[in-house]
C-alpha cells in the first residue's frame, strides 16, 4: 500500500542550511508546512526562513534522530551528508530521496560507473588510485584529459585539467592520497542540465532543458530554452527521466550534459536535489524547482513544468559587493521590470561565494540575456559597457 500523503500543515525536515535549502523552505512555507532545518551552522540561509533552525553536527546521530521525530518527512538540499546521517534520519521518518542515491551520487567513480552499466552515455573515465594507475589511463585515454578527486567534487573543486606534456606524478600528488577519477576531455559545445523530479506514484515531470555557462568553474549564466535543436533536447530529457527512473528516485534529480562539437549527449554529473541552474524555475516556470521537491517528497501530485517566458539567470558571487566597493547598485539592477533579485541572507561576501542572483523575463531569450547581464553589471555602480 502506498503511503499516504504527508499533507500542508506537516513539518518537513532538511538537511543542509544553504540557498536550495532557502529557496525550498520559502516553498513550503508557501503552502502551509513547517520547516525544520539542520547543519552545524547556525543563522544560516534556510534557518533564517525556516520554523526551527537546529545547529549540530552530522555525525551527532542522536541528535539526527530527535530531529527526525520531530518531522513528517527529511530530504536534503546537499547531497555531501554522510550516509550515516540519513540512515539515523531513515530509521525515524522516511527520507527522500532515498539513502543509495545520496550515497551513489557522492562519489564519482560509483556514479559514473552507475551510468555506463545503465547504457547511458559518458566520456571514458579511469579510477586512479596509484601513479601507475594515472600513466595507463592517460596512455589509454589520451591527453588532454581530467582528473578530478572522486569524492566530495563541485564547482571544479579538486579538478586538474592535464595536457600534453603534464608532470602525471605531481598530478597524481595532488590528489593528497584520495581516490581520483581520469576522464577523456569532453570538447563540448554547450554544457545544459535537466531536472526531472518523480513522485511517490512514480509520475514524472521534466523541466525544459536549461543551457549554463561557467566562469572558473562557477555556473555564471543560464538561459531557458537552451538554445539547441528540439530533438535533442527531447533526448536529454528523455535520458533524465531514464536516469531517474533507474534509480527509483523519489524527489528532485538533476542531470548535467555535456553536447559535444559532433552533437551528441554525454551526460557529465548528477545531482539528488534542486541545482543552481534551476532557480529560474521560480520567476519562469508554472511551478519552481522547490516547490517540485516539496511535493515529490511529501507524495502529493507534481506541478506542471512548463516554461512561461524566455527566460536567463545570473549568479551573484561575492566578487560583486568587492566590486561595487560595499553596496551593490540595488535599484540600478531592478530598473527594468523584468528583472528580479533573489538574496541568499549570506552575511560575508567572499569572492567565489553565491550570494544571490538575478532573473529577467522578456519576449526572446536574446533580450531575456541582455537584460539580465545589463542588471548584473549596473550593480557595480560606476559600471561601463560591457
Ligand atoms: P564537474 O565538477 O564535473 O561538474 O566539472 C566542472 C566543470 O569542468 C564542468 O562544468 C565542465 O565545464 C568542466 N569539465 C568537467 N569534466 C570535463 C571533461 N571530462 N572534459 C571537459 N571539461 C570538463
Same mark, same amino acid.
Given at each position: &500500500?502506498?503511503?499516504?500523503?504527508?499533507?500542508?500543515?506537516?513539518?518537513? %525536515?532538511?538537511?543542509?542550511?544553504?540557498?536550495?535549502?532557502?529557496?525550498?523552505? =520559502?516553498?513550503? #512555507?508557501? &503552502?502551509?508546512?513547517?520547516?525544520?532545518?539542520?547543519?552545524?551552522?547556525?543563522?544560516?540561509?534556510?534557518?533564517?526562513?525556516?520554523?526551527?533552525?537546529?545547529?549540530?553536527?552530522?555525525?551527532?546521530?542522536?541528535?539526527? +534522530?530527535?530531529?527526525?521525530?520531530?518531522?513528517?518527512?527529511?530530504?536534503?538540499?546537499?547531497? !555531501?551528508?554522510?550516509?550515516?546521517?540519513?540512515?539515523?534520519?531513515?530509521?525515524?521518518?522516511?527520507?527522500?530521496?532515498? %539513502?543509495?542515491?545520496?550515497?551513489?551520487?557522492?562519489? #564519482?567513480?560509483?556514479?559514473?560507473?552507475?551510468?555506463?552499466?545503465?547504457?547511458?552515455?559518458?566520456?571514458?573515465?579511469?579510477?586512479?588510485?596509484?601513479?601507475?594507475?594515472?600513466?595507463?589511463?592517460?596512455?589509454?585515454? /589520451?591527453?588532454?584529459?581530467?582528473?578530478?578527486?572522486? !569524492?566530495?567534487?563541485?564547482?571544479?573543486?579538486?579538478?586538474?585539467?592535464? #595536457?600534453? %606534456?603534464?608532470?602525471?606524478?605531481?598530478?597524481?600528488?595532488? =590528489?593528497?592520497?584520495?581516490?581520483?577519477?581520469?576522464?577523456?576531455?569532453?570538447?563540448?559545445?554547450?554544457?545544459?542540465?535537466?531536472?526531472?523530479?518523480?513522485?511517490?506514484?512514480?509520475?514524472?515531470?521534466?523541466?525544459?532543458?536549461?543551457?549554463?555557462?561557467?566562469?572558473?568553474?562557477?555556473?555564471? $549564466?543560464?538561459?531557458?530554452?537552451?538554445?539547441?535543436?528540439?530533438?535533442?533536447?527531447?533526448?536529454?530529457?528523455?535520458?533524465?527521466?531514464?536516469?531517474?527512473?533507474?534509480?527509483?528516485?523519489?524527489?528532485?534529480?538533476?542531470?548535467?550534459?555535456?553536447?559535444?562539437?559532433?552533437?551528441?549527449?554525454?551526460? !557529465?554529473?548528477?545531482?539528488?536535489?534542486?541545482?543552481?541552474?534551476?532557480?529560474?524555475?521560480?520567476?519562469?516556470?508554472?511551478?519552481?524547482?522547490?516547490?517540485?521537491?516539496?511535493?515529490?517528497?511529501?507524495?502529493?501530485? =507534481? %506541478?506542471?513544468?512548463?516554461?512561461?517566458?524566455?527566460?536567463?539567470?545570473?549568479?551573484?558571487? /561575492?566578487?560583486?559587493?568587492?566590486?561595487?566597493?560595499?553596496?551593490?547598485?540595488?535599484?540600478?539592477?531592478?530598473?527594468?521590470?523584468?528583472? +528580479?533579485? @533573489?538574496?541568499?541572507?549570506?552575511?560575508?561576501?567572499?569572492?567565489?561565494?553565491?550570494?544571490? @542572483? $538575478?532573473?529577467?523575463?522578456?519576449?526572446?531569450?536574446?533580450?531575456?540575456?541582455?537584460?539580465?547581464?545589463?542588471? #548584473?553589471?549596473?550593480?557595480?555602480?560606476?559600471?561601463?559597457?560591457?
Amino acid at each position: &500500500m502506498r503511503p499516504s500523503p504527508i499533507l500542508p500543515g506537516a513539518a518537513v %525536515g532538511v538537511l543542509g542550511s544553504g540557498q536550495l535549502g532557502r529557496m525550498f523552505a =520559502l516553498a513550503a #512555507r508557501q &503552502m502551509g508546512y513547517r520547516v525544520h532545518v539542520y547543519s552545524p551552522d547556525s543563522d544560516t540561509p534556510a534557518g533564517q526562513v525556516g520554523d526551527v533552525e537546529v545547529a549540530a553536527a552530522y555525525e551527532d546521530l542522536d541528535r539526527v +534522530r530527535a530531529f527526525a521525530r520531530g518531522v513528517s518527512v527529511v530530504t536534503f538540499e546537499f547531497e !555531501n551528508v554522510p550516509s550515516a546521517t540519513s540512515r539515523a534520519a531513515a530509521e525515524v521518518v522516511p527520507v527522500r530521496p532515498d %539513502g543509495h542515491v545520496l550515497h551513489l551520487t557522492q562519489q #564519482r567513480l560509483r556514479e559514473k560507473t552507475f551510468l555506463q552499466d545503465g547504457g547511458f552515455p559518458v566520456t571514458p573515465f579511469r579510477a586512479i588510485r596509484s601513479a601507475a594507475d594515472l600513466e595507463s589511463a592517460v596512455r589509454d585515454l /589520451g591527453l588532454p584529459g581530467v582528473l578530478k578527486t572522486a !569524492n566530495f567534487g563541485y564547482d571544479g573543486k579538486g579538478q586538474q585539467t592535464l #595536457r600534453p %606534456g603534464a608532470d602525471l606524478a605531481a598530478a597524481f600528488a595532488a =590528489l593528497s592520497g584520495t581516490e581520483g577519477i581520469y576522464e577523456a576531455f569532453v570538447e563540448f559545445e554547450q554544457e545544459v542540465s535537466v531536472i526531472a523530479a518523480r513522485g511517490l506514484d512514480g509520475h514524472t515531470a521534466v523541466f525544459p532543458v536549461f543551457g549554463n555557462s561557467h566562469a572558473r568553474h562557477i555556473l555564471d $549564466l543560464t538561459v531557458c530554452p537552451a538554445p539547441i535543436p528540439p530533438s535533442l533536447a527531447a533526448e536529454a530529457m528523455a535520458m533524465a527521466r531514464g536516469i531517474l527512473e533507474s534509480l527509483q528516485v523519489v524527489g528532485l534529480l538533476t542531470v548535467e550534459l555535456f553536447v559535444t562539437r559532433d552533437g551528441r549527449l554525454l551526460v !557529465n554529473e548528477l545531482a539528488p536535489r534542486p541545482h543552481n541552474s534551476g532557480h529560474l524555475t521560480l520567476d519562469a516556470c508554472v511551478t519552481s524547482q522547490f516547490e517540485q521537491q516539496l511535493r515529490a517528497v511529501c507524495g502529493l501530485p =507534481l %506541478g506542471a513544468t512548463d516554461l512561461r517566458r524566455p527566460v536567463a539567470m545570473a549568479n551573484l558571487l /561575492g566578487d560583486v559587493w568587492e566590486d561595487a566597493g560595499g553596496v551593490p547598485d540595488w535599484s540600478a539592477a531592478l530598473a527594468d521590470p523584468e528583472v +528580479r533579485l @533573489h538574496l541568499y541572507g549570506k552575511a560575508e561576501a567572499r569572492r567565489g561565494r553565491k550570494m544571490g @542572483h $538575478l532573473t529577467a523575463t522578456a519576449d526572446t531569450l536574446e533580450e531575456a540575456v541582455r537584460k539580465v547581464r545589463d542588471a #548584473r553589471r549596473h550593480l557595480l555602480r560606476d559600471a561601463s559597457p560591457s
